[in-house]
């Protein structure tokens, strides 16, 4: 007879995804995960594999959270509004200073893993196609200037999401990460 888990499995990824937001995948041992989630050793190796797996689960479970909030907060009418309110939310709001934990596991892992980098590929493709809608959305309806391709003032605003968002992570850089923000936004606008 299987015996039946004794924990709220997603109780338990959210805490490994905090333990691997604040460490970092590599310097994450089983003992930090096993001791941080409350779980056996076993537990953890039945319920989510070895620890690039649950590290893969925890990611994916940050992506679809980070998506649904960033598919809100694009959705209204004025688009340079909301990508303000998109690039506030996600640099200048947070408290945590652990940073966006997709842009902490571009930093941290980069290529060292090819399963790990094609899903923060992936993630980041998927961002930056929702500003790219928005940016298309400004501009049928003349918010933002339309003598640059959408996909080129998406990068600007994407550069400045990544950028800000390694700033975070250090305090001290609040009035930097608002002025990055403040000049991307500037150079959606009309000449």
């Not at 959305?137 to 339309?146: A, H, L, Y």
């Not at 003032?153 to 403040?182: C, M, P, R, W, Y």
Request: charged share 25%; net charge neutral; aromatic share 6%.
């Amino acid at each position: 007879m299987a015996r039946t888990k004794a924990f709220n499995e997603q109780e338990a990824l959210h805490k490994a995804l905090d333990i691997f937001w604040q460490k970092g995948f590599e310097a994450t041992s089983l003992n930090d995960l096993v001791d941080g989630m409350g779980i056996r050793r076993q537990s953890l190796y039945d319920t989510f594999g070895d620890k690039k797996s649950l590290f893969i689960k925890a990611l994916k479970n940050y992506r679809d959270q980070s998506l649904d909030m960033q598919k809100k907060l694009l959705s209204g009418n004025d688009s340079i509004s909301d990508l303000a309110g998109f690039l506030t939310n996600i640099t200048v709001s947070r408290k945590d200073c652990h940073g966006c934990f997709t842009v902490n596991t571009l930093v941290g892992v980069g290529e060292s893993d090819p399963d790990i980098e094609k899903l923060v590929k992936e993630t980041t493709d998927q961002i930056r196609t929702q500003i790219v809608k928005t940016i298309l959305s400004g501009q049928e309806t003349n918010q933002i200037r339309k003598d640059k391709p959408a996909e080129e003032l998406a990068d600007i605003i994407f550069g400045a999401l990544i950028s800000t968002n390694v700033l975070s992570k250090v305090k001290g850089h609040e009035n930097s990460i608002q002025t990055i923000n403040q000049q991307a936004l500037d150079h959606l606008k009309q000449p």
